[in-house]
């Protein structure tokens, strides 16, 4: 459950009120952790990246801010390292803790715990988190380091409660916040809903793909309707001489058929081997397994049967009537 804090005040007056709140907020039944993050916190739609170079290897990489409880409130868990902890607060290099996709492209296969990098100042590497997916279950995962922040400077807070807490809860919280922080604008989502609302924006350019797609498979369908169609009219007196001679409806369909698998086969398959290469492209580039493949092989499967069907449906529609 996201909060969105905003107010105006000294800063060491807002820490104070913000630890005051946190203690507050967690002592209400049925509430489990509370957490403060920075305004691009998961499920938003804010961004704050920053260029990181390390060893002449350069990552675009998304700068989060949070609290020593962040993992339990999102649930989170560490591949190597520790998350940050009190002792932090003497710390002579500031901590870091880095995604393993940041950690892939810095470091590889080697161990990034200790090492010291620049990011936005120097930093020191205390810890790796597995990825989160912050940005929606669709979206490709991201580089992405998180700074111990104060208090006083974050406007999020994200709480976990209970399953079976009460709607009263919220209620509370909101009390709560009202009381700790009077000159702030509280706002309390669900990070569920904020989870599907990202996943929904997600697939957008989806659905417009496949409303392109079905149009433009849609106008060729009719295409090979069209010509299959005047061929076989142009053919009634050929077709109709066969029927006469003691050919089948069958064998008629096939014949048609057959000469327009002939036709449009080869081209059909030359079409497919140079589509695949479109996702074997991008999959090459990001380093990415294929997952795309299956259904760009279900499309070019639906396209050629698609296909093959008009040509059966246009193949039986002639009626021959020997006078």
């Given amino acids: 459950m996201p909060a969105n804090l905003s107010g105006g005040a000294p800063l060491d007056s807002l820490t104070l009120a913000a630890q005051n709140l946190k203690r507050a907020i967690q002592a209400i039944p049925g509430v489990i952790k ?35 409880n962040f993992p339990a409130v999102m649930q989170t868990k560490m591949a190597s390292g520790r998350w940050f902890e009190r002792q932090d607060d003497a ?52 580089a992405a380091y998180y700074s111990r922040g104060d208090s006083g400077l974050f406007e999020r807070a994200l709480i976990r409660i209970q399953p079976a807490a009460p709607p009263a809860t919220e209620s509370k919280i909101f009390k709560a916040i009202m009381h700790h922080l009077p000159a702030a604008t509280a706002e309390i989502e669900r990070m569920e809903d904020k989870r599907v609302v990202r996943n929904r924006l997600s697939l957008v ?81 990001s380093r990415r397994p294929p997952t795309s493949f299956p259904s760009c092989w279900l499309q070019h499967f639906y396209t050629c049967s698609l296909h093959y069907a008009h040509c059966i449906l246009a193949a039986r529609q002639p009626k021959f009537t020997l006078r």
């Fill in 34 to 68: 509370m957490s403060y993050s920075s305004n691009n916190s998961p499920y938003t739609m804010n961004d704050f990246n920053n260029n990181i170079t390390h060893n002449n290897i350069s990552v675009q990489a998304q700068v989060l801010q949070a609290d020593d």
């Fill in 205 to 285: 350019p989806l659905y417009l793909m496949l409303v392109i797609s079905g149009f433009l498979v849609l106008n060729v369908a009719l295409g090979i309707y069209g010509v299959v169609w005047y061929s076989v009219n142009k053919r009634r007196a050929e077709l109709g001489l066969r029927k006469a001679v003691g050919a089948t409806a069958g064998g008629i369909t096939r014949q048609i058929v057959g000469e327009a698998l002939v036709l449009t086969t080869l081209p059909l398959l030359l079409g497919i081997i140079l589509a695949v290469q479109f996702p074997c492209s991008t999959c090459s580039i």
């Fill in 91 to 142: 710390a002579a290099t500031r901590p870091i803790v880095i995604n393993e996709v940041m950690a892939e492209k810095l470091f590889g296969s080697a161990n990034p715990v200790g090492q010291v990098i620049d990011a936005g100042g120097k930093s020191k590497i205390v810890g790796v988190v597995k990825n989160l997916k912050d940005k929606g279950d669709y979206n490709e995962l991201e």
